[in-house]
DNA sequence: CTGTTAGCGCTTTCAC
DNA sequence: GTGAAAGCGCTAACAG
């Protein structure tokens, strides 16, 4: 391997001269510069990031902790951090949970180990010791997809789309409107979005019944299984159902398909997420797009803000967008 | 921040004996062992990784080159390689190209220049350049989904697969059958899979019409092109089509769909892939699930066997599961 | 069993 | 302008 050392040889100077050209710090007379030029291009030497940040104390690399790699969610906020992070040289660090919360701890402690100048989580719940956890490490950190007071974060206005949403299919004549929902400790998904929909439907003057409100996990299966307990429940049958995810919306979809329901005509099904498959599904899918891609980028420019302790933003608050199809 | 130098002052010790006891290298006194831990256990100590890489030359950090994380073959594999690196206390650096090739070789270079431990590369292609490049950067390295005789490998049977799903066509009753696929310098999908198929069409003595073989690219819209293309040519129209990809053949479905054409009846589809969708698209679709959590985890070892010098297999060919549902 | 010493590859004063 | 020297936090001979 061939070292800065083995550069200063070469060139005939020093280290801290070869340092020098190497960083642009400082002065360098031109001629010493040409031949340590020359000798790199030789060579082929690059220096070491390794080395450089042991002496720098910055390592260009910022953990992304995320709970799965396999819904379109996280990969599109991956995607968009990656990008954004690039343009700086900076790169990803990936921990992924697999849903497993515990592991979010752990990995807040090997990322800190690993001296990463930032991490950015794409959150799934905001509990107390994990803010707490979080604060303790003490190192530029962006949380996405949630709201805390405690901590930096980009996320978007789920209680406004939900109201929107559920506005919307208000305005096509809906009365009897379904929910399904997911677990509550989940607060932007699970609590967020039934606010709104509760809320939309009582400046409405419009009764929610028990039966109406299902829950699910963030599978497909779960929201047929939601589906098929709205449909077998006795009372009264909602028009139209809001399902708070896509995922949960095709499984509500694919178990009302299976029943020989019509959709719209009989239930009127929307979603959330703007997932590639709700518009190829059968009828497409009415669904809020969170433009999640910008959420990655915003969430890489606020670390990169605070690592250069620029001028930070607390919150980035992105709007989302209702996008209109034949499932409604 | 509390260094190793901290931990051997507060317990009385030299910087060696802490060492000792971090690593459980060597002989240590209970006492002094004793001392050292609970300075740490009160400290809340950990040894940087930087440091301790600069000094071992190993990083526990494997680079991952992959074209996109938003589709789900990737993206399974990538879990799969993080399960299986955790074990060993290795993370993942992901080097996202989106599907920029030149990216491929900048990617390479970044990821020596971090003096990764090893690398995996999610391959779309083994253009000779390519695989020049990875055996110059010399670091233990394993390709994904292509093959070559140049480098480690994981990758599929396409070609089998590819032949039993034909076949299974044939069997089924059909003569006439259409194939969308994509460009052949993806080797893997581009061409084995056609290989594939046009051998078992000849041995079975099917003809093949030019108008039935479509190619696209990646996504879905490019899969419903390819199939408009297929019904609008003027020969005759095939019964089935084979589609490369799942998201091929959800576009070709789509296409159909929307034609008021009837799935199978009118036109059998299957596809490649097992994507999630693939059993909620209506009718469910006939496809070949790769495992592909499972190579990544492959990959992984074979990395990790690597890095020991342990031995290694040069490659891993993983069979295709045929996956029979209704839209055949 | 333990400490001393040297050094990984780099940056950064501080003199000259 | 340039080099010498120190040091980032750690490991690994080597000597005792």
Not at 62 to 81: K, Y
């Given at each position: 391997?061939?070292?800065?050392?083995?550069?200063?040889?070469?060139?005939?100077?020093?280290?801290?001269?070869?340092?020098?050209?190497?960083?642009?710090?400082?002065?360098?007379?031109?001629?010493?510069?040409?031949?340590?030029?020359?000798?790199?291009?030789?060579?082929?030497?690059?220096?070491?990031?390794?080395?450089?940040?042991?002496?720098?104390?910055?390592?260009?690399?910022?953990?992304?902790?995320?709970?799965?790699?396999?819904?379109?969610?996280?990969?599109?906020?991956?995607?968009?951090?990656?990008?954004?992070?690039?343009?700086?040289?900076?790169?990803?660090?990936?921990?992924?949970?697999?849903?497993?919360?515990?592991?979010?701890?752990?990995?807040?402690?090997?990322?800190?180990?690993?001296?990463?100048?930032?991490?950015?989580?794409?959150?799934?719940?905001?509990?107390?010791?994990?803010?707490?956890?979080i604060k303790a490490?003490?190192?530029?950190?962006?949380?996405?997809?949630?709201?805390?007071?405690?901590?930096?974060y980009v996320s978007?206005?789920?209680?406004?789309?939900?109201?929107?949403?559920?506005?919307?299919?208000?305005?096509?004549?809906?009365?009897?409107?379904?929910?399904?929902?997911?677990?509550?400790?989940?607060?932007?998904?699970?609590?967020?979005?039934?606010?709104?929909?509760?809320?939309?439907?009582?400046?409405?003057?419009?009764?929610?019944?028990?039966?109406?409100?299902?829950?699910?996990?963030?599978?497909?299966?779960?929201?047929?299984?939601?589906?098929?307990?709205?449909?077998?429940?006795?009372?009264?049958?909602?028009?139209?159902?809001?399902?708070?995810?896509?995922?949960?919306?095709?499984?509500?979809?694919?178990?009302?398909?299976?029943?020989?329901?019509?959709?719209?005509?009989?239930?009127?099904?929307?979603?959330?997420?703007?997932?590639?498959?709700?518009?190829?599904?059968?009828?497409?899918?009415?669904?809020?797009?969170?433009?999640?891609?910008?959420?990655?980028?915003?969430?890489?420019?606020?670390?990169?803000?605070?690592?250069?302790?620029?001028?930070?933003?607390?919150?980035?608050?992105?709007?989302?967008?209702?996008?209109?199809?034949?499932?409604?």
């Amino acid at each position: 391997m061939v070292t800065i050392k083995d550069i200063a040889k070469l060139a005939n100077v020093s280290r801290s001269t070869v340092s020098r050209v190497l960083n642009n710090s400082g002065y360098v007379s031109e001629d010493a510069r040409k031949r340590v030029e020359e000798v790199i291009e030789e060579t082929g030497y690059v220096p070491s990031e390794q080395a450089k940040s042991l002496r720098t104390k910055k390592t260009k690399v910022i953990g992304v902790i995320l709970p799965t790699i396999q819904t379109e969610t996280p990969s599109r906020i991956v995607t968009g951090v990656g990008k954004e992070l690039a343009k700086h040289g900076y790169q990803i660090l990936l921990a992924n949970t697999n849903l497993d919360k515990d592991k979010e701890f752990e990995y807040l402690d090997l990322l800190k180990v690993r001296q990463v100048d930032g991490i950015i989580l794409i959150a799934t719940n905001t509990e107390p010791e994990l803010m707490e956890k979080i604060k303790a490490i003490n190192i530029p950190f962006v949380m996405i997809g949630q709201e805390s007071e405690e901590v930096m974060y980009v996320s978007y206005d789920d209680y406004q789309a939900a109201r929107d949403l559920t506005s919307f299919l208000i305005d096509e004549g809906h009365e009897k409107i379904g929910f399904i929902g997911v677990d509550e400790t989940d607060r932007a998904v699970g609590h967020e979005r039934k606010r709104g929909y509760l809320d939309e439907m009582e400046s409405r003057k419009l009764p929610v019944e028990k039966e109406w409100m299902q829950q699910g996990i963030f599978d497909i299966d779960s929201g047929r299984e939601a589906m098929k307990r709205m449909i077998e429940s006795i009372g009264e049958r909602p028009t139209a159902v809001l399902a708070v995810t896509d995922r949960l919306a095709i499984g509500a979809m694919s178990y009302l398909k299976q029943q020989g329901m019509s959709i719209p005509d009989e239930m009127a099904v929307a979603g959330f997420g703007a997932s590639e498959m709700s518009q190829y599904i059968d009828p497409p899918l009415t669904t809020v797009d969170y433009q999640n891609e910008q959420a990655g980028i915003e969430a890489a420019k606020q670390i990169m803000a605070s690592i250069r302790s620029q001028n930070v933003q607390e919150k980035v608050i992105l709007d989302g967008r209702l996008i209109i199809r034949n499932s409604v």
